[in-house]
């Protein structure tokens, strides 16, 4: 197995233990109330940014340059996070 494919098997194996974390809270506490949907959306915007991440690393080959796009991507994963969580901006998207 190639770098590559072994680095794209790590960020759906990341998204996989990520989620389970919400999954097994559900089983300890009612706080923790996430639906079906809620998984979906998260895997993909999880799996998005992984994609994202590694089609940066193999693309852009100036060090600078990817910095500040994973940056600039990190940023809007974060983003959108809070968005669907917490509604910080009150718009539409989250269900405002």
Same mark, same amino acid.
């Given at each position: 197995?190639?770098?590559?494919?072994?680095?794209?098997?790590?960020?759906?194996?990341?998204?996989?233990?990520?989620?389970?974390?919400? &999954?097994? !809270?559900?089983?300890?506490?009612?706080?923790?109330? +996430?639906?079906?949907?809620?998984?979906? @959306?998260? =895997?993909?915007?999880?799996?998005?940014?992984?994609?994202?991440?590694?089609?940066?690393?193999?693309?852009?080959?100036?060090?600078?340059?990817?910095?500040?796009? &994973?940056? !600039?991507?990190?940023?809007?994963?974060?983003?959108? +996070?809070?968005?669907?969580?917490?509604? @910080?901006? =009150?718009?539409?998207?989250?269900?405002?």
């Amino acid at each position: 197995m190639n770098t590559s494919n072994k680095r794209l098997t790590g960020i759906l194996l990341a998204v996989a233990v990520i989620l389970c974390i919400p &999954l097994i !809270a559900m089983q300890f506490t009612p706080e923790v109330a +996430w639906t079906l949907s809620d998984f979906i @959306i998260m =895997g993909g915007l999880l799996l998005g940014t992984g994609v994202l991440a590694e089609l940066i690393f193999r693309k852009v080959r100036q060090k600078n340059y990817r910095m500040g796009i &994973l940056a !600039a991507v990190i940023i809007a994963f974060f983003l959108i +996070w809070a968005e669907l969580a917490v509604g @910080i901006f =009150g718009t539409p998207f989250a269900g405002s």
